[in-house]
């Protein structure tokens, strides 16, 4: 089988060379794999142009195997630039190793949930060592299709095409996709994940507009929703065989949906349940919504109830730091947060095949990165990306 070595260079702390050249290489000498190509990305959108090139370039009967070191966010334009690439025959079964060299490593901490006691470097190298092993085993990816909408112009203006994206670990709006956005601007003075948390104060005070529809997936044919006291999904309420869409107003503080992950960062256990779901069952999507008109103190939308409600936000987000304690928090009477009694979830976790944003004016300032109609839905399992894994018991 043709094996890729690819890594983005400036991923992270930007030691994904030194790390191949000190572990991964010797790693696959040591196990007589001779790989096709070993390259570095130069610049964004740059691995999906070597793959492509590379499969355009050859018969592709057989699949291709790819090490891949960088975090999520290379992970997510290979799997996009091989979807927009033009080719005449289907692409084949395409296998990763993958290497934690980003910052976050999503779907690599939700693949191989790290434990305190492990060697930082075995750690890095258990995709591979799965792949060179006598007897590799290989989980498929789910994939989310998302698709944007331009913002409605007004006729003869013509409105620019939609956008399509495919996601393989989150799909968000509110204060999550406002995090990544700004998050980005703080990469050079900071290369770990403190960044993401400094995004997060900067926006935790916001609130975004919109009507939501949720689908259900196959299978249960409904909308699911975590029920703390069961300790298990359960329909949703809205939610029949007849009538299975879930129309919900916000405003919303927190939107977010996963595929194929539990967790954003090692610690960061936003959808805990998600592999929960077993290999083969109908794909799904886990999201995690936090809507302020759920607090029964909550009158109206004002800066000062904005603040007030930052700091509930803030105990939700450090309630999935511990093991994603979040989806068992719920409002006391006097509104204060509370792990006992029956009343209301702080947070809505929602199990569905899909969801759509149609996002609505409110008299406060949105965000950007929210302001458009998002449509996220997932697909079947595509059988042409596999994860190398072991085991999980
Ligand atoms: N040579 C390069 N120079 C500049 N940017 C690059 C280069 N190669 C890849 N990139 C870009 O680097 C960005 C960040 O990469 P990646 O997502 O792998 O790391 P990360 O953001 O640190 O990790 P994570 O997504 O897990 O938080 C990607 O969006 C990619 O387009």
């Known amino acids: 089988m043709p094996v890729l070595v690819i890594y983005n260079p400036v991923s992270g702390d930007r030691s994904a060379e030194a790390f191949f050249d000190e572990h991964v290489l010797p790693l696959l000498a040591q196990h007589g794999v001779t790989p096709d190509k070993v390259i570095a990305t130069e610049s964004s959108g740059h691995v999906g142009s070597i793959v492509a090139d ?16 960088s975090g999520d966010g290379t992970l997510h334009e290979l799997i996009n630039e091989l979807n927009n690439a033009p080719s005449s025959k289907p692409f084949p079964r395409i296998h990763l190793a993958l290497v934690p060299c980003g910052t976050a490593n999503a779907l690599y901490s939700s693949l191989f949930p790290p434990s305190s006691q492990e060697d930082p470097v075995e750690y890095k190298l258990k995709s591979v060592k799965a792949f060179v092993s006598a007897d590799p085993h290989s989980v498929p990816l789910n994939l989310a299709v998302n698709v944007l909408s331009p913002p409605h112009v007004r006729p003869p203006a013509q409105a620019p095409p939609k956008q399509v994206s495919i996601s393989a670990v989150v799909a968000s709006t509110s204060l999550h996709a406002s995090i990544l956005h700004d998050s980005e601007a703080l990469r050079a003075s900071d290369p770990t994940i403190e960044r993401f948390k400094t995004a997060a104060y900067q926006n935790i005070a916001r609130w975004y507009y919109a009507s939501v529809k949720l689908f259900p997936r196959k299978g249960p044919e409904v909308v699911e929703v975590y029920d703390p006291t069961a300790g298990a999904f359960v329909p949703h309420e809205s939610s029949t065989e007849d009538e299975p869409i879930v129309d919900l107003i916000g405003p919303f503080s927190y939107f977010l949906s996963t595929v194929n992950v539990d967790r954003l960062e090692p610690a960061f256990r936003i959808t805990p349940k998600a592999k929960e779901l077993e290999e083969g069952t109908p794909a799904a999507l886990d999201l995690v919504m936090v809507r302020p008109m759920r607090d ?98």
Not at 54 to 69: N, R
Not at 305 to 328: M, P, S
Not at 365 to 392: D, G, Q, V, W, Y
């Open 296 to 393: 029964p103190f909550y009158t109206m939308d004002s800066e000062e109830t904005r603040k007030a409600f930052a700091e509930k936000v803030g105990k939700v987000l450090g309630a999935a730091y511990q093991d994603g304690a979040h989806i068992n928090l719920r409002y006391a009477e006097d509104g204060s947060i509370t792990t006992e009694g029956d009343g209301p979830t702080v947070v809505e976790y929602v199990r569905c095949g899909g969801w759509e944003w149609e996002p609505v004016s409110s008299l406060l300032p949105a965000m950007k990165p929210c302001a458009n109609p998002l449509r996220c839905r997932t697909t079947s399992t595509i059988e042409r990306i596999f994860c190398a894994r072991t085991e999980i018991s």
């Open 54 to 69: 590379y499969l355009l370039s050859t018969v592709h009967a057989q699949p291709l195997s790819i090490v891949l070191g």
